[in-house]
């Protein structure tokens, strides 16, 4: 049949007899599970961020409320949102309660806000990160404090703004590779 318009004339293939795995499906796979794997130490990064930036708000609302530093609410929330900036931000979240509590209440309110400011600062750095970071991304203590210097040295702004996430998901590899090998 000169006529007849079919598939009758190209072979199919022999599923029995070839291994018919096609390579970009393994790419795609492979992507998606280091998608997935990224996506996960992203997510447990900023969970444990998250948690410390409420902590820390927390810890300024309590010692501004104990002061009576005006507007404590407000420099409370600055304070939780800044200290997702890393190293810069709780310095900047120190500017409007020591300049009000300054302005409001003289020389000793200010001092008061630095204590404040020193109890918030050890007891994050010391205590809270290092067991939120330990506990939710597996990064140790001392690399979350020397990426951001090395990083920030090599890509000043972008490397300390990097340093922690770019951390908790290349242990979350390491610790992968740890498992699996």
């Given amino acids: 049949m000169q006529g007849d318009v079919g598939f009758s004339n190209y072979p199919l293939p022999n599923y029995q007899t070839t291994h018919y795995r096609p390579e970009h499906l393994i790419a795609v796979v492979d992507l998606r599970e280091h998608l997935h ?66 302005l409001a209440g003289g020389w000793m309110h200010l001092f008061y806000v630095l204590i404040l400011y020193v109890v918030i600062v050890i007891t994050e750095a010391l205590f809270l990160q290092p067991y939120l970071m330990r506990r939710t991304a597996k990064v140790p203590v001392w690399a979350s404090i020397l990426a951001p210097l090395v990083l920030g040295t090599v890509i000043p702004f972008w490397g300390v703004l990097l340093a922690p996430p770019l951390l908790a998901v290349v242990y979350t590899y390491r610790n992968r590779l740890r498992i699996s090998g």
Avoid at 39 to 66: N, Y
Avoid at 71 to 100: D, R
């Fill in 37 to 102: 794997t990224t996506g996960s130490a992203l997510k447990r990064w900023l969970i444990a961020q998250s948690t410390d930036a409420f902590v820390v708000g927390l810890m300024w609302l309590i010692g501004l409320e104990l002061i009576h530093v005006p507007l404590a609410p407000l420099w409370a929330v600055l304070g939780a949102v800044l200290q997702f900036v890393p190293h810069f931000g709780p310095a900047l979240a120190l500017a409007g309660p020591a300049i009000v509590g300054g």
